[in-house]
């Protein structure tokens, strides 16, 4: 090659014989010369050989051009130019650094372009002017247009190497900010065309790449080696990471197939199995029925006794043989029971002052606790456990990082307002725009989010602004507040909205142009059009473009049909001054946003206060209702407790003045129970101020009925006084109230050991609320109706009991009212029928199956937008942010202090570029985007750490320090004491660790983004870095992502276990299992939808819970009866199965709720079960059928009028309340549990009884015949 060039007289020849080899070592160009557009300069035109570079410029062309540094190193650019490359090279750096092979391709294409000594081979110049330098009056050649010549297999190799790149600040592909346009759109070709042109605000001239591998006009194009993604550069660095790179992660993971269906037939498993179930039943259980009948219709019936006798059945159902051994306990215990509650009873109409006195002195003492009441508001406190594990985890982010902020979000659409088309100029597809990025309606936007910035509060006499209290990243540096707005595009400002480049003819670009590129690079400075405006938002961090536009398809935002704006509000830990400073400017955003008109807009909103607001509002609307609820309930009592024998004594008979002392009792107990536990301290919950009065006052009415109804049903015997009677009627059933009272007190304390805190609460309140009613019952109640019986006894008028009434001869005598009537000679009789009850058997048993079939169909959660008013705004919102929003809550990674991060296997297994693990922190959680629909997750996570790294390469302008005083200094400092922090050094360029990794990690989390650096990490990581107080280590950290939309209860749950498994994954992936610190995920919502995680377990353990203290409590009181218990725990269970079977048709879900409701359904169905339980042990009847129709005859009218009709008519009124959650969880539960108890209760178990219930106690028939031989009595015992 130097023969070729060596003698300038054999020039033409040599070009002639050896043209390639003497054009190879031409340059095309060398220094700058004249300023092209945006202050840039062209290069100077220059066709000699290549010219040694000054020693001044060995340290660039070491740090861009390694390649170029032999010999007296000859090239075609000078120094100026290094430096200018050096500085253009500044963006790509900071994003496409963290892959080295990426990198290392990239500049060998503007290496080659800028400095190779064979330009001339693939350079072109097209166009050129002249240019007379002002110092040296010499006249140059300006290069302004170039074609340069590339390798298709070099371009593709490059872009394959660099196309999985990410940006990890942005969660976007490093492509999508470096293309001009998405980064799936982006390809080889359209990428260096875009870098190349000057348009982009980088190139100062346009260069024209022309793609080949083959010589073209003369010309060969540069072809030089890549380094594919997987391969390491040199020794030092290694391949790119796996989230930088698919070919050094190997196939993409696939997500587990989805659970098969169980399916039989074709058909849900669980209908086949329990519909075949229950035709075998049938099968079996009519088979033997009509066994048994035909053999007793053989052999014991004659041709003229009706078959549906009972005397059928009197072989069979008659207990015959000797009392077991219980017999004799069960006798004695229940007359212990007997002369206790007969003598207890006795003293309270005989000292009926005393007890009254007594009562109301205990009920004034617990009452008073009221005054240290605390009523629990807060959702966290409702809905989470103290000790629950998404509870620590908050208090953990909380103490840590600061509390999620406050959000206020608006929802704008733009209905009367057309989508419009942009035509791009000069070239280019028309792109389509929704309604809402209309520039009219953008401004009218703007317009409202200005106002809504300059809202004012009133708190403590002091203004307070949204200045005051909004998140502020870059504060005190920069004070602007976070506002989360598309608006933000263009610095909030409607100068910079109308801005436009063109001529008179054609407008070049607009806020189209800006908002194209602007969605595609957020964290920009510089949108490289001929705008050159930033994209960052005024506070310093970017607006991500899937936060700000909704109801777009894919990720053609364009097309979006909403706009979202949100502004974040600083919230406040401890602090109630500071929040409740907040909460007073959210007030008056609340009032300003409902009140704001514009024709053109309409607005969807909530602020962070709402639901709270909305949820009070609720409760004093409904108020209302269930005031009226409770006085239907109220009034029936104080009227169906009286007996009206004639017109004449209806003053008389009357007992309205003692159904309402009845139902100040229940109120009492209520009012004590919750002055005990505001004592101890206890807050109350909405949930325990709804449900407890209505389940104390089924609970103490029905002992109401029961112990008024049957002493009115009573006789008294002869040289019986009034207070042995009364003490006889309370010896006969208070042990039946004790028996219901009891199981419930006892099944809800245990219930208190439920870990969820709305059922916890209830529970305790219920259980104690439930017990002193019983107390008051048998002590205050028995002396208000002994000194009514007195009343009655002399003929006085209720309430105006110092008047008499008119005497009318017949006293006051033992009598049956209508209703017990009917249940004795009517209903009884035909339930018990021999064709009846096996109807009845039937029925409930498909009734039961079907409810198991749906039993798994139950859905879990409870819906945002039930809770809320019908007519609420939030309701609205709710519904948008279903249709338009895509992208769910943020939620972080927390790696909990204690891990090592200076260390280089610390650092491997956390960051995710080149040289970390395939499976480490960030790696993890980029993976599990990949799998969105499956995780959940919908986005790579921002990484702190990963970014530090780049921010800190000595290639990168970012990390530099004054030499003197060794203080940060900012890249957009222009001083050349401004030094690297590290050396340009094969250590230099190795991550930091040690003492390295701690010294410059503050000045990192303190640096700003601007237009030299974007990799700053104030904005986007000041709170997401714990520094340990003495600087020598870091503490806590997140890595934060975003979850998927997520509409309903089900997509939160499952949004909330995929996260807590990928954590999991991660923890154990890192070898941290075990040691005292791990990752954990924190997002706003899981502290309220933890409980749905443990949800079926809960209703397990709550409902066996209660069941077993029922059974085990029945036991006892029952008089060791364990058949007798079995069968009414049986009973209950088939109520709360059947609860599952009316939930499913209902649509109401499993949740705190419905929880808390279910527990209490095990309650009342105590009252509907036990009372007929107890008498048909306690009955002494000769057959089961005899037993089961006299219990229901006395038992059941009193049931059914002191529960059942109390109820229903409370229940009614509930139906017209405005709260969904009311008609929803209380009018719809409540019905249910009332008619299936009343169901169960009053047919099911009767009839289950007549058939497998517990053998008489010959012990007590006998006991009783000894007690009544000889009196009139005796004959009645078998009524």
């Known amino acids: 090659m130097r023969a070729c060039g060596s003698a300038p007289g054999l020039v033409l020849l040599l070009l002639y014989f050896c043209p390639v080899q003497v054009f190879s070592q031409n340059c095309t160009w060398y220094g700058e010369c004249g300023i092209a557009s945006g202050g840039k300069r062209y290069n100077c035109k220059y066709s000699g050989l290549p010219i040694p570079l000054p020693e001044a410029g060995y340290d660039l062309v070491q740090e861009l051009c390694p390649g170029f540094f032999f010999d007296n190193v000859s090239l075609c650019c000078d120094v100026q130019q290094l430096q200018t490359l050096k500085d253009n090279l500044q963006l790509p750096l900071q994003f496409l650094s963290r892959c080295p092979s990426c990198f290392y391709n990239l500049m060998n294409l503007f290496c080659e372009l800028t400095c190779s000594?064979?330009?001339?081979?693939?350079?072109?110049?097209?166009?050129?002017?002249?240019?007379?330098?002002?110092?040296?009056?010499?006249?140059?050649?300006?290069?302004?247009?170039?074609?340069?010549?590339?390798?298709?297999?070099?371009?593709?190799?490059?872009?394959?190497?660099?196309?999985?790149?990410?940006?990890?600040?942005?969660?976007?592909?490093?492509?999508?900010?470096?293309?001009?346009?998405?980064?799936?759109?982006?390809?080889?070709?359209?990428?260096?065309?875009?870098?190349?042109?000057?348009?982009?605000?980088?190139?100062?001239?346009?260069?024209?790449?022309?793609?080949?591998?083959?010589?073209?006009?003369?010309?060969?194009?540069?072809?030089?080696?890549?380094?594919?993604?997987?391969?390491?550069?040199?020794?030092?660095?290694?391949?790119?990471?796996?989230?930088?790179?698919?070919?050094?992660?190997?196939?993409?993971?696939?997500?587990?197939?989805?659970?098969?269906?169980?399916?039989?037939?074709?058909?849900?498993?669980?209908?086949?199995?329990?519909?075949?179930?229950?035709?075998?039943?049938?099968?079996?259980?009519?088979?033997?029925?009509?066994?048994?009948?035909?053999?007793?219709?053989?052999?014991?019936?004659?041709?003229?006794?009706?078959?549906?006798?009972?005397?059928?059945?009197?072989?069979?159902?008659?207990?015959?043989?000797?009392?077991?051994?219980?017999?004799?306990?069960?006798?004695?215990?229940?007359?212990?029971?007997?002369?206790?509650?007969?003598?207890?009873?006795?003293?309270?109409?005989?000292?009926?002052?005393?007890?009254?006195?007594?009562?109301?002195?205990?009920?004034?003492?617990?009452?008073?606790?009221?005054?240290?009441?605390?009523?629990?508001?807060?959702?966290?406190?409702?809905?989470?456990?103290?000790?629950?594990?998404?509870?620590?985890?908050?208090?953990?982010?909380?103490?840590?990082?600061?509390?999620?902020?406050?959000?206020?979000?608006?929802?704008?659409?733009?209905?009367?307002?057309?989508?419009?088309?942009?035509?791009?100029?000069?070239?280019?597809?028309?792109?389509?725009?929704?309604?809402?990025?209309?520039?009219?309606?953008?401004?009218?936007?703007?317009?409202?989010?200005?106002?809504?910035?300059?809202?004012?509060?009133?708190?403590?006499?002091?203004?307070?602004?949204?200045?005051?209290?909004?998140?502020?990243?870059?504060?005190?540096?920069?004070?602007?507040?976070?506002?989360?707005?598309?608006?933000?595009?263009?610095?909030?400002?409607?100068?910079?909205?109308?801005?436009?480049?063109?001529?008179?003819?054609?407008?070049?670009?607009?806020?189209?142009?800006?908002?194209?590129?602007?969605?595609?690079?957020?964290?920009?400075?510089?949108?490289t059009s001929v705008l050159h405006d930033p994209c960052l938002g005024t506070f310093g961090g970017p607006v991500f473009p899937w936060l700000v536009l909704g109801g777009y398809d894919d990720q053609n935002y364009n097309n979006a049909t909403a706009l979202v704006i949100t502004f974040p509000v600083n919230n406040y830990y401890n602090d109630t001054e500071k929040l409740q400073r907040a909460q007073a400017w959210e007030r008056e955003f609340i009032n300003f946003v409902k009140n704001y008109e514009n024709p053109n807009l309409t607005i969807s909103f909530v602020a962070e206060r709402s639901i709270e607001d909305e949820l009070d509002r609720e409760s004093n609307s409904d108020v209302f209702t269930v005031v009226i609820s409770y006085a239907v309930m109220f009034l029936y009592i104080?009227?169906?407790?009286?007996?009206?024998?004639?017109?004449?004594?209806?003053?008389?008979?009357?007992?309205?003045?003692?159904?309402?002392?009845?139902?100040?009792?229940?109120?009492?107990?209520?009012?004590?129970?919750?002055?005990?536990?505001?004592?101890?301290?206890?807050?109350?919950?909405?949930?325990?101020?709804?449900?407890?009065?209505?389940?104390?006052?089924?609970?103490?009415?029905?002992?109401?009925?029961?112990?008024?109804?049957?002493?009115?049903?009573?006789?008294?015997?002869?040289?019986?006084?009034?207070?042995?009677?009364?003490?006889?009627?309370?010896?006969?059933?208070?042990?039946?109230?004790?028996?219901?009272?009891?199981?419930?007190?006892?099944?809800?304390?245990?219930?208190?050991?439920?870990?969820?805190?709305?059922?916890?609460?209830?529970?305790?309140?219920?259980?104690?609320?439930?017990?002193?009613?019983?107390?008051?019952?048998?002590?205050?109640?028995?002396?208000?109706?002994?000194?009514?019986?007195?009343?009655?006894?002399?003929?006085?008028?209720?309430?105006?009991?110092?008047?008499?009434?008119?005497?009318d001869g017949t006293g006051v005598q033992a009598s049956e009212n209508c209703l017990f009537r009917f249940f004795k000679n009517s209903y009884s009789p035909l339930l018990l029928k021999d064709w009846m009850r096996p109807i009845v058997v039937a029925v409930f048993v498909g009734l039961l199956s079907f409810s198991i079939a749906v039993l798994n169909k139950v859905e879990i959660g409870l819906d945002q937008a039930l809770s809320m008013p019908d007519d609420s705004y939030v309701v609205d919102y709710f519904q948008s942010l279903s249709r338009y929003l895509h992208a769910g809550p943020p939620v972080y990674f927390v790696l909990e202090q204690g891990h090592d991060y200076t260390s280089l296997e610390g650092q491997n297994v956390v960051c995710g570029g080149m040289g970390c693990n395939n499976n480490s922190l960030v790696q993890q959680i980029f993976s599990a985007a990949e799998l969105d629909n499956y995780t959940r997750i919908g986005f790579a996570p921002s990484s702190w750490i990963d970014d530090y790294f780049d921010w800190i390469k000595p290639q990168s302008s970012c990390c530099r320090v004054y030499n003197t005083t060794k203080q940060f200094c900012n890249a957009s400092v222009v001083d050349p004491s401004c030094v690297r922090c590290r050396p340009l050094t094969p250590k230099g360029k190795q991550r930091p660790q040690g003492e390295d990794f701690m010294k410059f990690l503050p000045l990192f989390l303190s640096d700003n983004p601007n237009p030299k650096c974007g990799k700053g990490g104030h904005a986007a990581y000041s709170s997401a870095v714990n520094i340990l107080g003495n600087g020598t280590g870091v503490g806590a950290t997140y890595f934060m992502t975003y979850h998927t939309v997520l509409k309903t209860s089900a997509d939160f749950i499952d949004a909330m276990r995929k996260a807590h498994l990928v954590a999991s994954n991660i923890t154990e992936a890192m070898g941290i299992k075990g040691k005292n610190y791990r990752v954990f995920p924190y997002s706003v919502f899981y502290v309220f939808y933890e409980q749905y995680l443990t949800i079926v377990d809960d209703t397990v353990f709550n409902l066996g819970v209660s069941l077993g203290a029922i059974f085990l409590v029945a036991v006892v009181l029952l008089g060791c009866e364990l058949w007798a218990a079995v069968l009414m725990c049986a009973t209950i269970a088939m109520v709360l199965v059947n609860m599952f079977g009316a939930m499913w048709l209902w649509g109401i879900s499993l949740n705190a709720v419905s929880l808390v409701n279910l527990v209490m359904s095990c309650g009342i169905s105590v009252e509907f079960c036990s009372h007929i339980t107890r008498a048909f042990t306690m009955s002494t009847k000769g057959s089961r059928v005899q037993r089961a129709e006299e219990a229901l005859s006395h038992m059941g009218s009193s049931v059914f009028s002191g529960i059942t009709l109390t109820k229903f008519g409370g229940i009614v009124v509930l139906a017209f309340a405005k709260s969904q959650i009311f008609q929803i969880f209380y009018f719809r539960m409540y019905l249910a549990m009332v008619l299936l108890g009343a169901t169960h209760g009053l047919i099911f178990l009767p009839v289950l009884l007549s058939y497998i219930g517990p053998s008489i106690n010959k012990a007590r028939c006998s006991t009783i015949q000894e007690r009544y031989k000889g009196a009139e009595r005796e004959r009645l015992l078998n009524f």
């Open 117 to 527: 000594p064979r330009q001339s081979q693939f350079l072109n110049v097209t166009a050129t002017e002249d240019y007379v330098d002002p110092v040296t009056n010499q006249t140059k050649t300006n290069v302004k247009e170039l074609e340069y010549y590339i390798g298709d297999s070099f371009a593709n190799a490059m872009y394959n190497a660099c196309r999985d790149v990410e940006a990890p600040s942005s969660n976007e592909k490093a492509l999508g900010l470096l293309c001009g346009k998405n980064a799936e759109a982006c390809n080889a070709t359209n990428w260096i065309e875009y870098m190349f042109n000057k348009d982009n605000g980088q190139a100062p001239f346009t260069i024209t790449p022309i793609f080949s591998d083959l010589p073209v006009r003369g010309m060969e194009p540069m072809n030089n080696a890549t380094k594919g993604c997987d391969e390491p550069v040199d020794g030092v660095t290694g391949p790119c990471s796996c989230q930088d790179c698919s070919l050094t992660c190997g196939p993409k993971p696939q997500p587990p197939p989805p659970p098969a269906p169980w399916i039989i037939f074709g058909l849900d498993a669980m209908y086949v199995i329990m519909w075949i179930t229950y035709m075998a039943f049938l099968l079996v259980f009519f088979g033997a029925f009509f066994a048994v009948w035909c053999y007793r219709k053989r052999y014991f019936v004659s041709e003229y006794t009706p078959i549906d006798s009972n005397i059928a059945f009197s072989v069979n159902a008659s207990d015959q043989g000797e009392a077991s051994c219980c017999d004799p306990l069960s006798v004695a215990f229940e007359g212990c029971l007997r002369r206790l509650f007969t003598q207890w009873g006795s003293f309270c109409f005989r000292n009926p002052g005393c007890v009254i006195f007594f009562s109301l002195v205990f009920i004034g003492v617990c009452s008073s606790g009221l005054v240290f009441v605390q009523v629990t508001t807060n959702p966290v406190d409702l809905w989470s456990a103290p000790s629950s594990q998404a509870r620590l985890e908050k208090e953990y982010f909380d103490t840590h990082f600061g509390p999620f902020f406050r959000t206020e979000q608006l929802i704008i659409r733009a209905p009367r307002t057309v989508p419009h088309v942009y035509k791009p100029y000069p070239s280019g597809a028309d792109v389509p725009f929704g309604s809402p990025l209309d520039i009219g309606i953008l401004h009218q936007v703007l317009d409202l989010q200005t106002a809504i910035e300059n809202i004012t509060a009133s708190y403590n006499n002091q203004t307070v602004t949204l200045q005051d209290i909004c998140l502020a990243p870059l504060s005190p540096y920069n004070n602007n507040c976070t506002i989360m707005s598309v608006l933000n595009y263009f610095q909030n400002s409607h100068s910079m909205l109308d801005r436009t480049e063109g001529d008179d003819f054609f407008v070049y670009a607009d806020y189209h142009t800006h908002f194209l590129y602007c969605v595609r690079a957020p964290a920009s400075l510089n949108d």
């Open 638 to 807: 104080a009227i169906a407790l009286g007996h009206i024998r004639s017109c004449r004594r209806l003053l008389v008979d009357s007992k309205i003045s003692l159904g309402i002392a009845g139902i100040l009792i229940v109120l009492s107990s209520v009012a004590c129970s919750l002055g005990i536990f505001s004592y101890l301290g206890m807050p109350l919950t909405l949930i325990v101020i709804e449900v407890i009065p209505f389940l104390v006052l089924a609970v103490g009415v029905d002992n109401i009925f029961i112990l008024v109804q049957t002493y009115q049903r009573d006789e008294r015997l002869l040289e019986e006084t009034l207070d042995q009677q009364l003490g006889r009627v309370l010896g006969e059933v208070a042990p039946s109230m004790f028996l219901s009272s009891f199981s419930e007190t006892v099944a809800f304390f245990l219930g208190g050991l439920s870990m969820m805190p709305a059922v916890h609460t209830f529970s305790l309140f219920a259980g104690m609320a439930v017990f002193i009613d019983f107390l008051l019952q048998i002590t205050c109640f028995v002396s208000l109706l002994g000194l009514d019986i007195k009343r009655q006894e002399k003929n006085r008028l209720d309430i105006l009991c110092c008047v008499r009434g008119p005497e």
